[in-house]
């Protein structure tokens, strides 16, 4: 069987390194009798030590990992469900390793572009995948409006001033 270490580096979204993050990692047990099927590998805090760490002893499966506490003045990431496949070389005598990847639950290859899950390299003939885990400053809320926004403020604004103009012209000419 073989075993590997997922190292992540807790980053920022212009890829500035992080302290000051907890982290656990659970992985899938389809005969637990708990609601929650999922039981704790281990658990990782950055709040002394750099921003990269390591989870040991992994093997293929499903797994969740859960940022328990984010970096000061930015949001947690969201819980993130994976599965680590990994593809032997199943006929040799000394079966190897021959490719390594990230999934998300439906077996869509997780990409590097990945919002907050960004995997860096799969080392496959290491067994030693680099991930950066992302984490943003700022509202939770998603940004809305854009264009449209811009466009009411300007028919409002219009209004006020036909308004003005209306009043102050209704006047002129109501006191003749």
């Given at each position: 069987?073989?075993?590997?270490?997922?190292?992540?580096?807790?980053?920022?979204?212009?890829?500035?390194?992080?302290?000051?993050?907890?982290?656990?990692?659970?992985?899938?047990?389809?005969?637990?009798?708990?609601?929650?099927?999922?039981?704790?590998?281990?658990?990782?805090?950055?709040?002394?030590?750099?921003?990269?760490?390591?989870?040991?002893?992994?093997?293929?499966?499903?797994?969740?990992?859960?940022?328990?506490?984010?970096?000061?003045?930015?949001?947690?990431?969201?819980?993130?469900?994976?599965?680590?496949?990994?593809?032997?070389?199943?006929?040799?005598?000394?079966?190897?390793?021959?490719?390594?990847?990230?999934?998300?639950?439906?077996?869509?290859?997780?990409?590097?572009?990945d919002e907050y899950f960004?995997?860096?390299?799969?080392?496959?003939?290491?067994?030693?995948?680099?991930?950066?885990?992302?984490?943003?400053?700022?509202?939770?809320?998603?940004?809305?409006?854009?264009?449209?926004?811009?466009?009411?403020?300007?028919?409002?604004?219009?209004?006020?001033?036909?308004?003005?103009?209306?009043?102050?012209?209704?006047?002129?000419?109501?006191?003749?």
């Open positions: 069987m073989f075993t590997f270490e997922l190292n992540a580096t807790k980053v920022d979204s212009s890829g500035t390194q992080l302290t000051g993050a907890k982290f656990s990692l659970y992985k899938w047990n389809k005969n637990s009798t708990a609601d929650d099927k999922y039981e704790l590998v281990e658990s990782f805090n950055t709040e002394n030590h750099a921003a990269k760490f390591t989870f040991s002893g992994l093997d293929a499966g499903r797994y969740k990992l859960v940022e328990d506490e984010a970096p000061d003045t930015y949001n947690k990431m969201p819980d993130k469900e994976f599965k680590i496949v990994a593809v032997h070389d199943e006929t040799s005598d000394n079966p190897q390793l021959t490719e390594l990847k990230f999934t998300d639950l439906n077996g869509t290859v997780i990409p590097s572009t960004k995997v860096q390299s799969t080392n496959s003939d290491k067994g030693k995948p680099e991930v950066n885990i992302v984490n943003y400053k700022g509202s939770e809320l998603p940004s809305t409006g854009g264009m449209g926004t811009v466009i009411l403020y300007a028919l409002g604004g219009a209004f006020v001033v036909a308004a003005g103009l209306w009043f102050g012209l209704r006047r002129r000419f109501s006191n003749r």
